[in-house]
């Protein structure tokens, strides 16, 4: 249940939402500075590490919000770490929302897994869908408000059961497409999994493949620990046990580094449509098995990814994304980049590529250098007969 508060006017807030250069949620900085009108002060405390959040048209309760109008965010501790305010056009955002600095005995903010709240001009209010701090970085279009927040489900997720770490091989063999990562929501004394339904779940993103009931494994002993992992056996209580394609998932975490763990959250709703939403990590590995290595040391060759991928970090982005693709065999490649309209914007990539995976970077202009407006802009990768679309947004 929210804590009421009370009224905050604002008489000025300055958010920069994201470095002058540079990813989101890394590099300087941002400030973020409330000054206090009438009623309490909110400040909020800059750490180095935000998500960020935005919306072009927020509501509340269905209604626009309106210039001016105050979005400020709490960790679970009521713990003011993120602001915003409605611009003229109606947008919000790029607006950080900081993580606690583990170097100071203060608390900054919020920790990988929690559920944020939200207060809008002073009064409690509920994102729809539940929004959950995930990683550095990371940015969430947070457009619904809800005075009457729905009920919510926090369950207990268990990714790979019975493995510590978690790996998750980005670039390994996928059977062409159809590897699987399996994952868990475990039961308890006071849940009963079966009361999950199960189509609507998706694990960052991905939808899932299929499910049965087994019981696998026990929740963690620290649930607010996220990215805690255990080889705990059964306790006893019914579990549903779940598979998602492994490529489907791959997109979700491809902002981490080789060795990184990186946090996937699992939403849905249980059969009385009570939304429910579960996170756990996993360790990010991006090289496959060593060839003509059946699992002893290193060789020096990397296998080959099995598949196309293509993703951009971050989405949506100020000033320049990452557009990442994977080839699984060498050959000719081309990246462009259209706006809505089909028109041809920049060429990013035009030439032989070799096999593995590639990044390349867009920095909001055109062919001629000219920066390019606010909007949304599609990504073409053509690679021999395959040819893939995905969409970005630039927001300043």
């Known amino acids: 249940m929210f804590r009421l508060i009370a009224v905050v006017m604002v008489s000025a807030l300055v958010a920069a939402a994201a470095p002058a250069a540079g990813t989101p949620g890394r590099g300087s900085v941002p ?8 009623g309490d002060t909110l400040p909020v405390t800059p750490t180095y590490e935000w998500i960020d959040i935005y919306c072009g048209e927020p509501t509340l309760d269905g209604a626009p919000l309106a210039p001016g109008d105050t979005i400020f965010v709490y960790d679970p501790d009521n713990m003011c770490c993120g602001a915003a305010i409605v611009h003229a056009d109606g947008m919000y955002g790029f607006a950080p929302v900081y993580r606690d600095d583990a170097y100071s005995a203060e608390d ?59 790996p998750l091989n980005l670039v390994g063999p996928s059977d062409n497409g159809k590897a699987v990562l399996p994952a868990a929501v475990l039961g308890a004394p006071d849940f009963d999994v079966r009361t999950i339904n199960p189509p609507t779940l998706a694990l960052g993103g991905a939808e899932v493949v299929r499910w049965s009931y087994e019981d696998v494994g026990r929740p963690k002993a620290d649930p607010y620990d996220t990215c805690a992992c255990h080889e705990y056996g059964p306790d006893g209580y019914m579990d549903l046990t779940l598979k998602f394609y492994r490529a489907e998932v791959a997109p979700a975490v491809s902002f981490a580094a080789d060795g990184d763990y990186a946090p996937l959250v699992l939403t ?100 001629t250098g000219s920066a390019v407006a606010s909007g949304v802009y599609l990504y073409r990768l053509s690679a021999g007969e395959t040819v893939v679309t995905r969409k970005m947004i630039l927001m300043k």
Request: proline letters at 11%.
């Open 31 to 38: 400030t973020v500075t409330v000054l206090p009108g009438a």
């Open 108 to 166: 900054e903010g919020a920790e990988p897994g929690d559920t944020l709240r939200f207060v809008v001009n002073g009064v409690p209010v509920a994102a729809a869908p539940p929004v959950i701090w995930t990683a550095n970085g990371e940015s969430f279009a947070v457009c619904r408000f809800l005075t009457a927040p729905p009920a919510y489900r926090e369950v207990s997720l268990d990714i790979k059961p019975g493995s510590c770490p978690n």
């Open 268 to 367: 849905g709703s249980l059969l009385d449509g009570t939304p429910l939403s579960g996170v756990d990590c996993v360790r990010v590995q991006r090289g496959g098995r060593p060839e003509g290595n059946s699992g002893g040391g290193p060789t020096g060759k990397v296998q080959a990814p099995a598949d196309f991928a293509l993703a951009n970090h971050p989405n949506p982005f100020n000033p320049s994304t990452q557009i990442t693709f994977a080839l699984p065999q060498a050959g000719p490649v081309t990246l462009r980049v259209y706006d809505v309209q089909g028109r041809l914007v920049r060429t990013l990539a035009n030439g032989p590529f070799d096999a593995g995976v590639h990044s390349v970077e867009w920095n909001g202009t055109d062919g």
